[in-house]
């Protein structure tokens, strides 16, 4: 039976036949209103057909760099690729009214990893659309299917790439004289495979080419998910044209970018790592395999600034009078999910005085044809590479921008700007070479979901960082920095594999700071002792709170690449435990389950990918934190960074599995210092167990000794102490003495105390005013609204309330907490709060917390 696939269910599909053929660059070309809140114009999308990725698969270590250039250097009459999966077959099943084909066994080319193998479960995606269409045209037409949802799609059409002034030169024909589809296929394929050398030639070309005029009109068909193109008489991917324009718009309730307004109260746009990623902004190819390159000119009111993932730091154009256009471009292929963009009307950040370091870092390092040379042999496709370019490598900071509403200037100038170099040139310490080559910041509208979100090219912060010192600022900055290296430039092959991306981030996190802050060893070790005394509290919170098969860590059903750009959920950000289990008897997910199967056309499905609750769970994070930690205990922090520099080396720009990382890890200790570490006794106790990994809970038992969490315990004792003391002596509460507290001491304070059963008003206040805490960082501010709601501290209701408003990035805990209190003072404040904040609510928390509140 026909399964109606509906965007409020869980499970989202991947519908784009990526093993047919391959996206190898876009050209957006829009214009951004927001009037009508529309974005619209035309994309035009370069193809290459043929599964050659998926001989990659696995380890990736083959380069491919020869294979694709002979295969397209011009024979003709030949096809320049002969696809090795028979799209005949595909086009035979598609009338049979079977989108998902099911080769059992077959083109398992991963062969190590497990999730490979299912393939009888694969995503159930069936359409009898496609039989009725192709009945009436000719069935055995190839499908072009791109993942696409909301889009108005006026128009498609080949693009005549022949009639390029200058094009033949790319041929080796002198003159095009007979102009036929194979010709125009052959300019394509010869286009998408120029060497890295020539990659601003290339982009020109895709550039004039877009503008080229159309050759005919595509049959398109849309339905929920998807875009489907046919030519009639193209029956294999092979005779489908090569580059085809798309004319669309977007629709205002559109999920994959959200229209709002900024701080300062002026209309903005961006992408906020939504669960559809950018199918509602254009359509494409969104599964990780399709890395794509990308260019965009987008245009809009003169007054807004239009930010992207782009590796030039665009100026706009002026145009017509009052409007401006503004052009990107990326030449490291990458999913088309990681694809961002926001626009409005930001105002650029730049420190009080001009310090001279920063100067240093603006020379552009680009990549230019001229220093352009081989340092050593990368394992990725062809493109520029910065870890073949010697200036590049040895780039400590980046060139980078901030952007955020001109009332947060303030704030930007005393806390982000300062930091900024700093956690470049920490990283680049740590791990050398930037994948990227240069850096936009932008300070996001409040209602963004998360502390803060990477892509490529650019990192959104909230607002909620700028708050207290600069110690949750920095932390963020540094994790969202390492997502450069982990989660863009090495991205998980597997969609359930995100901790891949976000247990390194958070392990990096650590490491990043300590050296921007300049601590000595003792120093750097006591405040990651702490972190993990933290992150340790939260996973048996975590591991005591959901059930067993959430948390497995490899098959978890959290896929980061779902999301544009890297989410990270602030590690602080609990889920309301109570509300998760009552809404997951309602997912009657099958045990064992597994997600991110892959047919053969190259469909799929995420399971849960539009759950809104999947974003709470954190089991991942901390996990792969700890396991990451662990091996680095293990084997020393100078061995361990030593091998994960190697590491970035080999894989940057690839797509990984954990054995990928696990196998070169092992392979490069010694022998003697393996200490019993087997790829498969960490599956078995990190990746594939649920509940806390044995040799994490053996360490922890053995009691991590950590001076600063000591100095909390004593603190925490005196403030019990103090709770207990009856009120007649009062006088006494000032001869008490505490010590100062660094932040993520304070937040263990706070956690302690949270535990205890009682603490009066008058603790509660002494204790605010000890630590001001409500001029403390968001983290902070967190726990004491915690314990306000938990002490039913009245006094301080109006705490829970801006934090409820101005910390959107963390705030759908405490709306929990409220409700469950059955308070109905607390119930008004969480009523009233939402009421307040449910229209420029991120849709996915608007959803939980309107389900808690009603
Ligand atoms: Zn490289």
Not at 76 to 100: A, G, I, L, Q, Y
Not at 103 to 121: P, R
Not at 278 to 307: D, G, H, I, K, Y
Not at 761 to 781: F, K, M, N
């Amino acid at each position: 039976m026909d399964t109606k696939l509906d965007p409020s269910r869980d499970d989202l599909p991947l519908m784009a036949n990526t093993s047919h053929i391959l996206v190898k660059h876009y050209v957006l070309d829009l214009d951004v209103d927001f009037e009508s809140q529309i974005i619209e114009g035309t994309i035009v999308l370069f193809f290459e057909s043929g599964n050659r990725f998926q001989k990659q698969s696995g380890s990736t270590k083959e380069p491919c760099r020869s294979e694709s250039n002979e295969a397209c250097r011009f024979r003709m009459p030949e096809p320049c690729h002969s696809p090795v999966t028979d799209t005949r077959t595909f086009s035979s099943k598609t009338r049979s009214n079977d989108f998902t084909i099911c080769g059992k066994g077959e083109k398992d080319t991963s062969g190590k990893d497990g999730n490979h193998d299912n393939w009888e479960q694969a995503s159930g995606i069936s359409s009898s659309k496609y039989c009725c269409d192709t009945g009436n045209h000719g069935s055995e037409d190839f499908l072009l299917v791109l993942d696409c949802c909301d889009l108005s799609v006026l128009k498609v059409e080949e693009v005549d790439v022949a009639a390029v002034p200058g094009i033949e030169k790319l041929t080796r024909s002198p003159k095009l004289t007979v102009v036929s589809e194979e010709l125009r296929n052959q300019i394509v394929c010869e286009l998408v495979t120029l060497p890295a050398d020539r990659w601003r030639e290339q982009l020109d070309y895709y550039a004039r080419c877009s503008q080229a005029p159309g050759c005919g009109e595509l049959l398109f068909d849309t339905d929920t998910w998807s875009l489907q193109i046919r030519k009639t008489g193209a029956q294999t991917a092979t005779d489908f044209p090569h580059a085809i324009r798309i004319r669309y718009s977007t629709k205002p309730q559109g999920r994959s970018v959200t229209w709002t307004s900024d701080q300062s109260g002026r209309p903005c746009v961006y992408t906020m790592g939504s669960p559809i990623n950018n199918r509602a902004l254009f359509p494409c190819q969104e599964p990780p395999v399709a890395m794509s390159t990308w260019q965009a000119t987008v245009r809009a009111a003169a007054s807004f600034v239009v930010l992207m993932s782009g590796e030039n730091s665009a100026k706009p154009t002026q145009l017509r009078e009052g409007c401006s256009s503004w052009h990107y471009y990326v030449t490291m292929p990458m999913p088309a999910s990681t694809f961002t963009i926001a626009v409005g009307s930001w105002t650029e950040m730049k420190p009080e005085t001009c310090s001279s370091n920063d100067l240093a870092a603006e020379r552009s390092l680009s990549p230019s044809e001229a220093d352009f040379r081989y340092v050593g042999i990368c394992g990725h496709m062809e493109y520029p590479c910065r870890f073949q370019n010697p200036s590049a490598t040895t780039q400590e900071i980046i060139p980078h921008r901030v952007f955020a509403p001109v009332c947060l200037k303030a704030a930007c100038q005393e806390t982000l700007l300062q930091l900024v170099p700093p956690c470049l040139s920490a990283a680049h310490r740590v791990l050398g070479t930037h994948p990227f080559s240069r850096l936009d910041i932008l300070i996001v509208p409040g209602n963004f979901p998360s502390l803060g979100m990477a892509s490529p090219h650019i990192i959104f912060l909230s607002q909620s960082v700028l708050t207290g010192n600069s110690h949750l600022c920095g932390t963020r900055l540094c994790h969202e920095i390492a997502h450069a290296w982990f989660g863009l430039a090495i991205g998980a092959r597997d969609w359930t594999e995100e901790w891949l991306s976000e247990g390194f981030a958070t392990h990096l996190e650590d490491v990043f700071w300590a050296k921007a802050q300049q601590l000595d060893p003792h120093e750097a070790q006591e405040q990651q002792e702490l972190k993990a005394c933290l992150r340790w509290c939260r996973l048996q919170d975590e591991v005591r709170n959901s059930p067993e098969e959430m948390q497995v860590l490899r098959n978890l059903l959290v896929p980061c690449l779902v999301s544009a750009g890297i989410m990270y959920w602030n590690i602080q950000q609990r889920l309301n435990q109570r509300f998760w289990l009552g809404s997951l008897n309602t997912l009657q997910r099958p045990n064992k389950e597994k997600t991110g199967h892959v047919s053969d056309s190259g469909s799929s499905v995420v399971k849960h990918g539009l759950n809104p609750e999947k974003v709470f769970m954190q089991v991942h994070y901390l996990k792969g934190y700890f396991l990451l930690r662990f091996l680095a205990q293990r084997l020393g922090d100078d061995t361990y960074f030593a091998f994960l520099r190697k590491f970035v080396h080999t894989f940057h720009g690839q797509l990984i599995l954990s054995q990928d990382f696990l196998q070169m890890l092992l392979e490069n200790i010694p022998e003697e210092k393996r200490l019993e570490l087997s790829v498969e006794n960490i599956f078995r106790d990190w990746l594939e167990s649920s509940g806390i990994p044995q040799p994490l809970q053996r360490e922890r038992q053995a009691g991590a000794e950590c001076g600063l969490a000591r100095q909390v315990s004593v603190e925490v004792e005196k403030w019990i102490r103090m709770n207990r003391r009856p009120r007649k002596r009062k006088r006494r509460e000032t001869e008490q003495v505490f010590e100062k507290l660094l932040p993520d001491q304070l937040v263990l304070l706070l956690e302690h105390l949270l535990e205890q059963k009682t603490l009066n008003p008058r603790t509660l206040q002494s204790l605010e005013r000890a630590y001001r805490l409500t001029q403390q960082d968001a983290e902070v501010r967190h726990r004491w609204c915690e314990l306000i709601i938990k002490h039913k501290y009245t006094k301080a209701y109006k705490d829970v309330e801006r934090f409820l408003q101005e910390d959107q990035a963390m705030g759908i805990y405490l709306y929990g907490e409220l409700m469950v209190s059955e308070d109905s003072r607390q119930q008004q404040v969480a009523r009233r709060c939402f009421e307040l904040t449910k229209e420029q609510m991120d849709r996915s928390s608007a959803q939980v917390v309107a389900e808690m509140l009603f």
